[in-house]
């Protein structure tokens, strides 16, 4: 649960310090994960309690460095508004950035759309896993923290196709004997998401804005969720110089549940 299979090696790299030709095991094969069997083939047989009737809509609220509505420890992701921008664009759908992207116009909202993407900061909680949380842009002399925790999303009832958390930590959190990783990312499943986009680590803000851009490029095109990731990795390493492609910048992405292509 806290390996990307995508980064593992075949063989030894004949130049250590060129990461784009590296062997990386996701040149031969696609991967995608399930949090277990029981509940791949619910969130594969899932039928939506209502049908989404929007396509995609996108969260950014720390992309503007205002400080008056930051927490001290959490920093400006600057390019997440260019992130969700051209998400939104390719895939028709809104956008809800800076202040305005409170908790309470997600928890409102986000059962509406088919598409949920999140460009926000994320922390896993590695002593009790209920306490992960996304942070939102917080409202000035409100008695509310703007923290969506684990715990929270079991309340929530959403009827998407496809949640991409693009945050850091969504994918890790406590390990519980019989029950596996309690993460962010395994409570959107329990809330309704047929399918995540989830991460393992702390991400950057520049290589996740690229690798974002392709995956919907992709995902557009009609692939699959696992193939359109893959397509975009590939994409990635090409665009980018040799540094960017170590893979603590593009492997912290990993997909789980159903992974059919959509019709966008």
């Given at each position: 649960?806290?390996?990307?299979?995508?980064?593992?090696?075949?063989?030894?790299?004949?130049?250590?310090?060129?990461?784009?030709?590296?062997?990386?095991?996701?040149?031969?094969?696609?991967?995608?994960?399930?949090?277990?069997?029981?509940?791949?083939?619910?969130?594969?047989?899932?039928?939506?309690?209502?049908?989404?009737?929007?396509?995609?809509?996108?969260?950014?609220?720390?992309?503007?460095?205002?400080?008056?509505?930051?927490?001290?420890?959490?920093?400006?992701?600057?390019?997440?508004?260019?992130?969700?921008?051209?998400?939104?664009?390719?895939?028709?759908?809104?956008?809800?950035?800076?202040?305005?992207?409170?908790?309470?116009?997600?928890?409102?909202?986000?059962?509406?759309?088919?598409?949920?993407?999140?460009?926000?900061?994320?922390?896993?909680?590695?002593?009790?896993?209920?306490?992960?949380?996304?942070?939102?842009?917080?409202?000035?002399?409100?008695?509310?923290?703007?923290?969506?925790?684990?715990?929270?999303?079991?309340?929530?009832?959403?009827?998407?196709?496809?949640?991409?958390?693009?945050?850091?930590?969504?994918?890790?959190?406590?390990?519980?004997?019989?029950?596996?990783?309690?993460?962010?990312?395994?409570?959107?499943?329990?809330?309704?998401?047929k399918s995540i986009v989830t991460t393992l680590w702390e991400v950057n803000d520049k290589s996740t804005s690229e690798q974002m851009r392709l995956?919907?490029?992709?995902?557009?095109?009609?692939?699959?969720?696992?193939?359109?990731?893959?397509?975009?990795?590939?994409?990635?390493?090409?665009?980018?110089?040799?540094?960017?492609?170590?893979?603590?910048?593009?492997?912290?992405?990993?997909?789980?549940?159903?992974?059919?292509?959509?019709?966008?």
């Amino acid at each position: 649960g806290y390996i990307p299979f995508d980064a593992l090696l075949n063989d030894r790299p004949r130049d250590e310090n060129d990461f784009k030709t590296y062997p990386y095991l996701t040149k031969q094969y696609q991967f995608s994960y399930t949090y277990s069997a029981t509940l791949l083939r619910d969130m594969r047989e899932k039928k939506h309690r209502h049908e989404p009737e929007k396509p995609f809509i996108a969260f950014a609220p720390y992309y503007d460095g205002d400080t008056t509505l930051m927490r001290k420890d959490l920093q400006p992701l600057t390019l997440s508004g260019t992130e969700v921008d051209a998400a939104s664009k390719q895939m028709q759908g809104e956008v809800v950035a800076g202040s305005s992207a409170t908790e309470q116009r997600f928890t409102e909202n986000a059962g509406h759309y088919r598409i949920i993407h999140l460009a926000t900061h994320g922390r896993a909680d590695n002593r009790v896993g209920d306490y992960a949380f996304l942070a939102f842009s917080e409202i000035k002399d409100s008695i509310e923290n703007e923290l969506l925790y684990v715990k929270d999303l079991y309340n929530l009832e959403l009827n998407a196709d496809l949640v991409v958390l693009s945050a850091c930590e969504t994918g890790i959190g406590k390990l519980q004997r019989g029950e596996g990783i309690i993460s962010l990312a395994r409570a959107f499943a329990y809330a309704g998401a047929k399918s995540i986009v989830t991460t393992l680590w702390e991400v950057n803000d520049k290589s996740t804005s690229e690798q974002m851009r392709l995956f919907y490029r992709e995902l557009k095109r009609g692939k699959s969720k696992d193939e359109a990731l893959r397509l975009a990795r590939i994409r990635y390493w090409k665009e980018q110089p040799v540094e960017m492609c170590h893979p603590i910048y593009w492997a912290a992405f990993v997909p789980a549940g159903e992974m059919r292509g959509m019709t966008v």
